[in-house]
């Protein structure tokens, strides 16, 4: 009776560690770039130089960092129960396009503070259906995306924020501005 309590706790702690979701931590340069999870998006590589953790099922995961001025990097990685796995890679630079820029960036609403992003709203911005950055890099007056001129598809979703989902023209030497509302949710 003992020897078969004894196994039956043992396989109990076997079976919940099994069941335990683990992470993945990236090491990765750029810090800045974003990560995937299995084509979903979860977040930035790091925040003010720290790396960010996110949960992951135990098991074989592919994980994709983005950055516009970087070639995508996917890795595939294992997780196991309970265990974080961290990731080391650097990300290849792209060719810079030549000049003329113009400036790409957000005004109105209200600018997403240290606490904000801090509390995980660090919501991605996309042009022409890739990822460019975050809010609070396009989101006040010093700020902004230099672009060459021409027409985006802009894409960003924030709870802080109203959706923008518009076409947005990029002048040559100039700054276009994309008005942003406080979100009511």
Same mark, same amino acid.
């Given at each position: ?66 950055? =516009?001025?970087? /070639?995508?990097?996917?890795?595939? *990685? @294992? !997780?196991?129960?309970? &265990?974080? #796995?961290?990731?080391?890679? %650097? ?67 924030? =709870?802080?924020? /109203?959706?923008?989902?518009?076409? *947005? @023209? !990029?002048?040559?030497? &100039?700054? #276009?501005?994309?008005?942003? %509302?406080?979100?009511?949710?």
């Amino acid at each position: 009776m003992r020897i078969w309590v004894l196994t039956l706790f043992a396989f109990s702690l076997v079976a919940s560690a099994a069941d335990k979701p683990g992470g993945i931590k990236a090491r990765v340069k750029p810090g800045r770039s974003g990560v995937w999870i299995d084509g979903k998006y979860a977040g930035p590589a790091s925040r003010f130089s720290v790396p960010e953790k996110y949960t992951a099922d135990a098991g074989e995961h592919e994980v994709t960092f983005r950055d =516009p001025r970087y /070639e995508d990097l996917s890795i595939k *990685v @294992t !997780v196991k129960p309970g &265990k974080t #796995t961290t990731i080391r890679g %650097k990300m290849k630079a792209v060719n810079v396009p030549p000049p003329p820029y113009g400036r790409l960036r957000f005004g109105g609403g209200e600018s997403e503070s240290f606490i904000s992003v801090t509390a995980g709203d660090v919501s991605p911005i996309y042009l022409n259906g890739r990822f460019y950055g975050y809010v609070d890099e396009f989101n006040n007056a010093g700020s902004g995306m230099l672009l060459p001129p021409g027409t985006y598809r802009l894409k960003m979703e924030s =709870p802080i924020f /109203e959706t923008v989902d518009q076409d *947005v @023209t !990029v002048t040559a030497n &100039k700054v #276009t501005v994309v008005p942003l %509302k406080t979100s009511r949710r």
